[in-house]
């Protein structure tokens, strides 16, 4: 069965850095993207940004752009979330989610996340 | 504050319908396919409903959705108390070209 496990909470100062892991197996690792969505305490879900796990493209959202890189690791079939600079509004439980394209007739989209991990909560305290 | 606008809060009796709105503009659920994520207290969210309609394997048919112009809905039938939970409706958005979300909808069930 399709299962990402992340990696353990975290606790960090501002200014500091993160890198959360997110290791698939019962599937072809390669074969789907992976999109990292976080969610603050009491708040909704925010998209942060997605690897093609095929070629290393990457796409974050202009708020995270020059904090966050992804990357993977076909040999351990493992995805990395860094996030660097961190601050207090950075306290969230962070997951990684396996995406799978739909196209219409007239174009393709990712918005479907049909697998998730179980989520890794950074703490950013000083 | 969130591109997709959901009501904060819905609730209902068992075995009743209850329905959930998702409104967006042309940019995201007016162009674009709409998601419904069911996320259970102290949980990772699940898929219940992509491609505006259809349902995983294993979601129940008491889940549906629809889609209409820049608007879409959840509808639940048959209210069951393992239904309370966060809902969050999402679409692909063309302008920031990526995924969005709405802030979700609390269900209870009374």
């Known amino acids: 069965q399709v299962q990402l496990v992340q990696s353990g909470a975290e606790v960090k100062k501002p200014g500091a850095s993160v890198k959360v892991s997110c290791k698939a197996s019962?599937?072809?690792?390669?074969?789907?993207?992976i999109s990292w969505v976080r969610q603050a305490p009491g708040q909704g879900l925010e998209w942060m940004g997605w690897i093609s796990v095929h070629n290393g493209n990457t796409k974050y959202p202009q708020k995270l752009q020059g904090r966050v890189t992804m990357t993977t690791d076909a040999s351990t079939n493992t995805a990395y979330m860094e996030l660097r600079s961190l601050r207090s509004d950075d306290t969230a439980v962070y997951y990684c989610?396996?995406?799978?394209?739909?196209?219409?007739?007239?174009?393709?989209?990712?918005?479907?996340?049909?697998?998730w991990g179980q989520g890794t909560l950074v703490t950013v305290s000083s | 504050q969130s591109v997709l606008t959901q009501p904060p809060s819905a609730s209902g009796t068992p075995g009743q319908r209850v329905t959930i709105s998702c409104s967006g503009s042309s940019s995201n659920i007016g162009s674009n396919y709409v998601y419904w994520y069911q996320q259970l207290q102290g949980t990772a969210p699940k898929l219940l409903i992509y491609?505006?309609?259809q349902r995983p394997s294993g979601v129940p048919d008491r889940f549906s959705g629809s889609k209409s112009a820049t608007s879409a809905s959840l509808a639940i039938s048959g209210l069951r108390s393992e239904d309370e939970a966060d809902y969050y409706c999402a679409a692909w958005d063309d302008s920031l070209s990526g995924p969005v979300f709405g802030g979700g909808t609390k269900l209870t069930v009374l």
């Open positions: 491609k505006n309609d």
């Open positions: 019962g599937y072809t690792f390669i074969s789907y993207d």
């Open positions: 989610a396996r995406e799978v394209t739909d196209c219409s007739s007239t174009r393709c989209q990712n918005a479907r996340f049909d697998y």
